[in-house]
């Protein structure tokens, strides 16, 4: 009963970082204590107790275990985000968890991993990326968003800018130094990298090179349109769901999703291909506060 | 041997799954049935949709946590296609029960959500007990022994294939016994004790606010038993028709102590959250266990056994 | 810097033992005192000897315990000649409060306690609340809003000392604010919030009979905060008279949760069997720090906090 | 919170055996986890459930640490007593504990040491000595009682009935095995060993031998005895004391002391002489259930 995080702390925010016009990471000190050192792709509550009173799921974006700090990458799109976002360092917020299921990061040493990160949903994913260089896992991202403008985490050594692959992919693939990461933008609109949407530059990459797993987070239309096109090739793949939610704590319901009845926040928010194959919601409809179904 | 009965509806074991506890779905009530429970009750729901509170709708207290959901439902009409997929029996092939919860502020609105569902499930129970509902409906209802006698004789009568009625009572009263009574008197089939307790409220030190947005919560979980044991015994003494206990259950002592007190079945809520859904069927291995060693053949025996000296 | 005053009395911090808990004897309450308690209540007591209910008369429950120890009590009489023994300050020469616990079943019993012992102690309490007393008293008084204002008019006219009398409330009613209110209509000094929970009940399963030879006791200990909280926030809003907070208290955060609600005091009880009464000196330590760290100068500038904005 | 042992366990009487007309000693089967492994002096809640419905506070007279059994002692002088005199092995009763501060058996070893019992007062003295053996202590025994029939733990390879004292004595002081328990007997009627009470017993042995400890259990009257008569002498002494008890968790204050205020069920039962001379009710008077004093 103890091992239940459901207490929040008051933080004050440490460090506030612009990373788009609409999106800002937030830092916060930290103890990694055994049951509070958090995993890519698991999520906190965030509590805002002044101005706006509410409170809101957001993925963990960035883990540090040498400086004992989180951040939290949010994207200003409604009244509780835009009162985050009017925030300043010293501010406080009430943070409780982490919560939920985080990406599998068993054996990546040496494994070629794509990771496909759509809007703010880079935010898991840089987390991940960041993790999982660290144990040796030889990444390539795909950072796709609407403009350049909007493009999250898609600063690296290794950016790839270039809308066409072939030579400067090739040259990266034959470095392969373990632990680089390779970022490989997108926009919709082609302003940078790439222009198309991620699942296009994944059907491209996966042309040039074969990967050992993906993991994807983005808005539920892109992670569909990715798991159809992995749906018949033989590799496992991981996706951070969202649901509305409530409790965090897997006790009201409010996220559990048809046909298995699984929550989000207990047995998600990250799903293996093969248990998101038995999510029949996924990329159809969501519920919103009150049960209703609400189509995507 | 683990078979119970209340007002003819056979459940294949007493541990049902409480209101409001992912129950606002028929995939995890299916997946909750499947996991062993003997029935299942919806998150309770309403004529209209209704968004409920705004978070935080839940906090941690000692032994238990605070909730104001606030009833949060999509309205019957949408409700009635999940309870359409509520499955008929588990994964085992025994019968599933499916008792559907339904709130309002008034005789009609109870009476349309009845006629509306009678057909869908195989018991009713009514929310009169809600700690945090919005005025009129909920705890409004069953601190009041006349508005719940109202209710529940408008609801008898408004179904027309007797479907059974279990009215839900809070323990935030001067005195429960007489609500039961009055529920009793109205011919309810049985009643389900207790909703969860107080409201409470927590107030965080370095927010320096009320935790909650609706500042109070029902209070459920471990810490809310002897409460609950205590009216389950009381109206085991005071009233004729079946007892349904239901307050802090995480074991299956907690199900014995209930029975012994005087219930037929038992709900279990918050302690999911502690346990996993694997309470269900960890419950009824250990009940089972239990009563070979203490040479029960059925719960039969054990109903109200606190009472005989 | 901890200092607090209700209705005229000053208090050096605002940490009281509870009534019941070590208070029925001058030394306990002298060691308590001494250990850093800004006031103490004693042990409830009546006109008459009173034996109490017969063991067992507490039992452990999660989150805290169930007495029923039955208002056990040497009658007036003899209880006078502890209350004389009551150290006027402690060992550190700050002044020593001593509040004297008093129940009946009527208004002159409760007046003809007053007579005996105002010039006795610094305030009194009345004990309308106890949820396991014999019928007529305790509780059986603080669920009815009439009998209360009778009881709190009587006491008040009663007294030719105008000795400040608090109302100690139960939260076992349907509206404790209108307990409340009545109690400060009739001109009650403070009100204490809250007693004992319930009365509860636990049931061994193996002995298959409840524990307390009363079968029903009052809740206490820390899973009844939120409770406490809740009626202590609302009265804060509803009423003018001072309140102290009591219920579940066992560390400094609790003290400033009830202080933020409203209470310009706390009471500490069942805490003591876990922390020891080394908690009263813990919780000063801790509280100063607190403020200090929060820039609070003194009590006043919290009470309330959580209402305002 | 944990820590404190309030559940009851409901256990089968393993086993009753007789010790005088009035005296019983019941066995139960106990495991020694950490919390629950029971020292010399602490006693138990005995909660009887059927026919008589009470509970009592009773010592622990013996622990066995190998059979994982502990046993307790009581004379049956009332109610709740005979109830428990008429039970049979099998029955049951519900037991929580232990409780208080037992004697203090630090750096025991090869010391002289007095322990005197009177009546069913032996019942922790016994389970003392059996203990102080063990860890090397030269134990004499002065086991007093009204008459013959109710010496209680007299038996012993070592049992000393003669009235007067002087060559037996010195034979047995000359032995001086380690580990040696002598047994002397006192009865008020003289029908075993020595005739009188057992401060006059005690008197008789200090002035044959020295002692480092001393260790007491009995009617009031008589520790009272023992501890003015000690009072001058520099030996350090423990007395085990009895008071009327409610929840012997220290919470209800019932079983508090003038003019300490201690709690005896916490911060007792066992108290040096040093603290001794604190309770000032000490031998003069105890409260009843009601809270009313009583003479002794
Ligand atoms: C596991 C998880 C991780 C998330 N991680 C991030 C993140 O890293 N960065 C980020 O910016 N956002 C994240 N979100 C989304 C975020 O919780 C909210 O959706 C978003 O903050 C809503 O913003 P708003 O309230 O300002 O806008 P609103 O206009 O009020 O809401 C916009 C939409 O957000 C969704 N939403 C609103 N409230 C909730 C809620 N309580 N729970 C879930 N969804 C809700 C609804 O679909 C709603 O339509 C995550 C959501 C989940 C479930
Ligand atoms: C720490 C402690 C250890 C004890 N150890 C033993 C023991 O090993 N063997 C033994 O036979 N007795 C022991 N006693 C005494 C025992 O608890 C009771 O006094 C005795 O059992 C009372 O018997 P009764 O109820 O049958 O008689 P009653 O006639 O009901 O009581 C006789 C007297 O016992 C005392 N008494 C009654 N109830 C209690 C109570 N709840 N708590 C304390 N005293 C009470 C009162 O002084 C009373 O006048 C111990 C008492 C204490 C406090
Ligand atoms: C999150 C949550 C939501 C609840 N929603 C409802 C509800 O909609 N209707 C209802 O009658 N009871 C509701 N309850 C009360 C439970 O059904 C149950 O009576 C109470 O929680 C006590 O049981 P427990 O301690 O096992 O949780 C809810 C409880 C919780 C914790
Ligand atoms: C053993 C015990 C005895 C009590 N006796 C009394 C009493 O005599 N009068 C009274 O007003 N309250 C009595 N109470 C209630 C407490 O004063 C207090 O209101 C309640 O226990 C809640 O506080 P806590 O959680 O800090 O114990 C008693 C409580 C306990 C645990
Ligand atoms: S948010 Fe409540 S169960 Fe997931
Ligand atoms: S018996 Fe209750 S304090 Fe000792």
Redesign the interface.
């Known amino acids: 009963m103890d091992k239940i995080i459901n207490n929040y702390e008051i933080l004050e925010i440490k460090e506030i970082i612009s990373e788009t016009n609409t999106i800002k990471t937030f830092i916060f000190d930290w103890e990694m204590n055994e049951d509070r050192t958090p995993l890519p792709g698991q999520f906190v509550m965030i509590w805002s107790f002044s101005k706006v009173f509410d409170e809101k799921p957001m993925s963990i974006s960035m883990i540090d275990k040498d400086k004992n700090e989180i951040g939290i990458t949010v994207k200003n799109i409604g009244n509780f985000t835009a009162n985050l976002h009017s925030l300043s360092a010293g501010d406080k917020l009430g943070i409780r968890g982490p919560y939920g299921n985080g990406f599998n990061t068993e054996n990546i040493k040496d494994k070629n991993i794509l990771a496909i990160g759509g809007g703010v949903g880079m935010a898991p994913i840089n987390c991940f990326t960041n993790y999982s260089k660290e144990l040796g896992g030889n990444i390539d991202i795909i950072c796709a968003s609407v403009t350049k403008d909007e493009l999250l985490f898609s600063n690296s050594d290794n950016e790839i800018n270039d809308n066409k692959l072939t030579d400067k992919f090739n040259k990266d693939k034959a470095t392969k130094n373990i632990g680089t990461v390779n970022v490989f933008t997108c926009t919709d609109d082609g302003t940078c990298g790439f222009e198309g949407y991620a699942t296009h530059r994944t059907t491209d990459l996966l042309k040039y090179k074969s990967y050992d797993m993906v993991v994807v987070c983005g808005p539920e239309i892109m992670m569909k349109g990715i798991f159809d096109l992995l749906k018949d090739k033989k590799i496992p793949a991981q996706y951070s769901m969202e649901r509305y939610m409530k409790c965090a704590m897997g006790i009201c319901g409010q996220c559990c999703v048809d046909k298995k009845g699984w929550r989000i926040c207990v047995e998600g928010p990250v799903f293996s291909n093969k248990d998101l194959k038995e999510i029949q919601e996924f990329g159809k409809y969501h519920r919103n506060a009150s049960g209703l179904k609400e189509k995507y | 041997m683990l078979k119970t009965e209340i007002s003819g509806i056979n459940f294949e074991n007493p541990l049902i799954l409480a209101a409001?506890?992912?129950?606002?779905?028929?995939?995890?009530?299916?997946?909750?049935l499947d996991s062993g429970a003997g029935g299942v009750v919806t998150?309770s729901f309403s004529q209209e949709?209704?968004?409920?509170y705004?978070?935080?709708?839940?906090?941690?207290?000692?032994?238990?946590?605070?909730?104001a959901?606030g009833l949060?439902?999509?309205?019957v009409q949408?409700?009635k296609k999940e309870l359409a997929l509520i499955n008929k029996s588990n994964k085992d092939g025994q019968k599933n029960i499916a008792i559907a919860s339904i709130y309002g502020s008034n005789p009609d609105e109870f009476s349309n959500l009845v006629h509306n569902i009678e057909n869908d499930v195989d018991m009713i129970e009514l929310n009169v007990s809600c700690p945090h509902a919005m005025s009129g409906c909920g705890a409004a209802i069953g601190?009041d022994p006349d508005l719940t006698y109202e209710i529940v004789k408008t609801v008898k009568n408004a179904s027309s294939n007797n479907i059974p009625i279990l009215a839900k009572l809070t323990p935030?009263?001067?005195d429960l016994m007489e609500i039961a009574k009055s529920a009793e008197k109205a011919e309810a089939d049985g009643l389900t004790l207790i909703n969860s307790?107080?409201?409470?409220?927590?107030?965080?030190?370095?927010?320096?606010?009320?935790?909650l947005?609706n500042?109070?919560g029902g209070?459920s979980g471990?810490?809310i038993?002897?409460?609950a044991?205590?009216w389950v015994?009381d109206a085991y003494e005071n009233c004729d028709i079946p007892i349904i206990g239901v307050g802090?259950i995480s074991n299956y002592?907690d199900v014995?102590?209930f029975i012994?007190?005087g219930a037929k079945a038992t709900q279990i809520?918050?302690s999911?959250?502690?346990e996993?859904i694997e309470i269900f069927s960890k419950i009824k291995n250990d009940l089972k266990n239990f009563m070979q060693k203490n040479e029960f053949n059925s719960i039969d025996e054990m109903i109200g056994?606190?009472h005989k000296n």
């Open positions: 409001g506890v992912m129950g606002s779905n028929a995939s995890s009530l299916n997946w909750i998150k949709p209704n968004l409920g705004s978070n935080p709708t839940t906090v941690a207290v000692e032994g238990g946590i605070l909730n959901i949060s439902s999509p309205g949408n409700f601190q935030n009263v001067t307790l107080g409201p409470g409220m927590k107030i965080d030190i370095d927010a320096k606010k009320p935790i947005s500042k109070f209070m471990p810490a038993k002897p409460i044991i205590r015994y802090g002592k014995v102590e012994y007190a809520g918050t999911i959250m502690y996993g056994y606190s």
